[in-house]
């Protein structure tokens, strides 16, 4: 679902169209991934796009990397481009073992490309909150190749050691949605999860009011909070439905964990009975009574009503 920021979008493709890379601000929330998922299609008919989720660890980051050069054919010296991804990786890490000889690498792969007279590739990381500053050499290479595309957080902006990259790239700050931006959002998050409101006017100006403008409150409010607690409660705000979100999310984890207990304890019962067993049995008989007793409980403590 994505609404607005189409000021902030298409300063990020001008950037990218102009070579240059850009770091796009803003507190959690605020609609950085979506921009980003908004902007894909665009940046991938300007030139290959190369997307990492994480510039965290580094390690993890540069085999993102690989990967996208690999899908792009975009070939890394000494390593092949076959038909097994997999393979070409493992072949890319034993000839290149460290982290800085990997970079180098890669590095190496987008200058070839650059000079090929094509568009330079957009190399995009969904979330750079974990940069380092021994990174900073790398990626300062990375952006004299190739367009860096950066999703950060304010604060990660101030992480020492960190300055010399931010120099490099031109910022685009996401401020909060315009009221009218609000609203549409609302309205489409409302028709998604089928939420029914006795006054749908008074419902969406307080889900407006509430969030504050930012897309990941309104979706928080609308998916989680009650339409009555929404009119009614002055006390929901922003920690308020996080809170629901959060705890929803944790019974989702939790759910296969109680089945495979549960599945568990059956086995042994049936595994007791069948070798004769009795303190097997006995101890899964009493695991099915602890199952039976406490998944409702624990459902209760973690889901949102």
């Known amino acids: 679902m994505f609404v607005g920021r189409k000021e902030e979008g298409r300063a990020v493709l001008l950037s990218v169209r102009a070579g240059r890379g850009v770091v796009l601000v803003g507190p959690p929330g605020y ?31 540069l085999k993102d990397l690989f990967r996208g050069l690999w899908d792009a054919r975009i070939p890394v010296e000494g390593v092949g481009i076959s038909k097994d991804l997999e393979a070409d990786l493992r072949t890319w890490g034993k000839r290149y073992p460290s982290n800085d000889e990997k970079a180098k690498s890669l590095v190496k792969a987008l200058r070839a490309y650059a000079e090929n007279g094509v568009n330079r590739a957009a190399v995009v990381v969904d979330d750079a909150t974990g940069v380092q500053g021994s990174m900073v050499p790398w990626l300062v290479a990375l952006a004299e190749v190739a367009n860096l595309v950066l999703a950060a957080h304010p604060d990660t902006l101030k992480k020492a050691n960190t300055k010399r990259l931010w ?21 489409a998050l409302v028709e998604r999860y089928g939420v029914v409101a006795e006054d749908r006017e008074v419902y969406l100006s307080r889900v407006v009011a509430l969030s504050g403008g930012i897309p ?12 009555e607690d929404i009119v009614r409660n002055r006390d929901v705000g922003t920690g308020y439905a996080e809170g629901l979100a959060q705890r929803e999310e944790r019974g989702v984890a939790l759910a296969p964990i109680l089945l495979v207990a549960g599945g568990v304890a059956i086995a042994a019962r049936y595994l007791g009975l069948a070798r004769g067993e009795m303190d097997l049995y006995v101890a899964g008989g009493l695991g099915i009574a602890a199952f039976v007793v406490l998944a409702p409980w624990l459902r209760k403590a973690v889901v949102a009503r």
Do not use: H, N, T
């Not at 120099?167 to 309205?187: G, T």
């Open 167 to 187: 120099m490099r790239l031109d910022r685009v700050d996401l401020p909060p949605l315009s009221p009218k931006e609000s609203r549409a959002l609302a309205e």
């Open 31 to 61: 609609g950085k991934s979506a921009l980003l998922q908004e902007l894909k299609p665009a940046l991938e008919a300007w030139g290959v796009v190369v997307w990492a989720d994480k510039l965290a660890p580094f390690g993890a980051f």
């Open 216 to 227: 990941g409150e309104i979706e928080r409010l609308v998916r989680y909070v009650s339409a």
